[in-house]
């Protein structure tokens, strides 16, 4: 089968400051080699990694460089990345809002974009207009959108306003609006941008449900940017992630989000590097993941054992109980459990490494993100010596499948952050 898309060495040139060379001639010098001998534009020589962080030297920043990317009809892939990364400007050339400066993109069907608020209204025509204006650009008919209209005004929310001009919408509404727009009149391929972040939580939930319903019943294939990674994860069995202008990851959501996370402030083992971790009682060290060999891994498969390790130092002799725990999150950064000992007692200055034992067959399969604290306990409450949240990450993987253990015939993934292997019994009655 031909993939929906097909990027073939795909770069974007942006210069800062001001628009062109600087002169008429040098100006008259590049359309001369570029359109006129169909030679490489000699500016494009010229930039530096689109890092934000650091000034550069040049005038000229590449915001993607050298993208080579196939997605698959009905393919939902996730694309995520720091601020500045490229994301958008990878989404606007896939929607042709901008031209590439250099490489080619191929397309099998229509694409449907919803990148910014209010991208693609005309803020003077009412939502009614729009949808027609916006349907009729997709190459559709009046019949065919008529069709679709009723269905597009349900799922939006805003029949109330629909014959307003959609200057007058929120950006809550207009986003509403503009996604019912694009999912549901029926395009091969939707971009969504993160632009679903300004609905409600209730309308971010319809929309994801409605993009999987796309991809699963229609065979449709969707990019979707987020910076919600529970959503990635659960949307997009596949994801990529940009860094820079360039793709450093391509594959399964769960590897790719920890590595975007272990880039970040993730990782199998933590040391304090830049500044001490602690109060003037108890100093944080380290942290890591350990396999039951003892080996360091962040990567385990459901029936495999593991332990979470914290080293820390009591530096006076206290009248608490200092107290390790460890908060566990899931990728959208909700509570996924929290642990500590069940009995502890004061202990003399001196170095100590607490272990978290995670049995078999206890968590379900994705990415997790471990805080590494110290609370001492006193007669009239408690401190914090230290909390450092997603200071560990790891993955749990299902690659198995278990069918024998607790999926039989069921191959999606299984809902839910705990997933016990747990006694059962059934009792066949005289009835």
């Not at 269905?151 to 919408?169: A, C, L, Q, W």
């Not at 272990?262 to 003037?280: L, M, R």
């Not at 495999?304 to 820390?312: G, H, T």
């Not at 001196?350 to 306990?377: D, M, Q, W």
Request: proline share 3%; hydrophobic share 35%; net charge neutral.
């Amino acid at each position: 089968m031909l993939p929906a898309i097909k990027i073939e060495n795909l770069s974007k040139q942006y210069r800062l400051g001001t628009i062109g060379t600087g002169t008429l001639s040098h100006d008259l010098k590049r359309w001369w080699i570029t359109n006129i001998r169909g030679k490489e534009d000699p500016y494009l020589k010229i930039g530096e990694i689109n890092d934000r962080s650091h000034k550069g030297n040049s005038d000229y920043v590449w915001a993607l460089k050298d993208i080579n990317l196939e997605v698959e009809q009905g393919e939902v892939l996730g694309i995520i990345g720091k601020n500045g990364a490229g994301k958008s400007t990878l989404l606007k050339i896939l929607s042709k809002v901008t031209k590439p400066s250099t490489g080619t993109i191929k397309y099998r069907g229509r694409i449907a974009a919803l990148l910014e608020v209010g991208t693609g209204f005309h803020p003077e025509m009412t939502g009614r207009e729009n949808v027609f204006m916006n349907g009729a650009i997709m190459g559709m008919t009046k019949s065919e959108i008529t069709r679709k209209f009723d269905e597009i005004v349900d799922f939006s929310g805003v029949e109330r306003y629909i014959d307003t001009p959609v200057k007058r919408y929120s950006s809550g509404m207009t986003v509403r609006l503009g996604f019912a727009i694009a999912a549901h009149l029926e395009p091969e391929i939707l971009v969504v941008d993160e632009v679903l972040a300004v609905g409600d939580a209730e309308f971010q939930k319809k929309a994801i449900g409605k993009m999987q319903d796309v991809s699963k019943t229609g065979g449709r294939t969707v990019l979707f940017v987020s910076h919600n990674m529970g959503a990635i994860n659960s949307l997009c069995p596949k994801c990529i992630l940009l860094n820079d202008g360039l793709i450093i990851a391509n594959g399964n959501s769960s590897d790719v989000i920890l590595k975007y996370y272990s880039n970040e402030n993730g990782t199998a083992v933590f040391e304090p590097k830049a500044k001490k971790i602690g109060d003037n009682n108890v100093e944080l060290i380290s942290g890591w993941i350990e396999n039951e060999e003892g080996k360091i891994q962040n990567s385990f498969e459901l029936n495999e054992r593991f332990s979470v390790c914290l080293k820390y130092k009591i530096l006076n002799a206290l009248d608490s109980i200092p107290v390790p725990n460890f908060h566990f999150y899931n990728t959208d950064g909700s509570y996924a459990f929290i642990s500590q000992p069940a009995h502890e007692t004061a202990r003399p200055v001196g170095e100590y490494i607490a272990k978290c034992h995670i049995p078999k067959y206890l968590l379900n399969n994705r990415t997790y993100f471990v805080g590494l604290a110290i609370s001492s306990y006193h007669k009239v409450g408690y401190d914090v010596n230290f909390f450092e949240q997603n200071a560990l990450s790891f993955i749990i993987k299902d690659e198995m499948n278990y069918i024998e253990i607790d999926r039989y015939n069921y191959n999606s993934d299984i809902p839910g952050v705990v997933r016990p292997l747990l006694n059962w019994e059934i009792i066949e009655t005289d009835n």
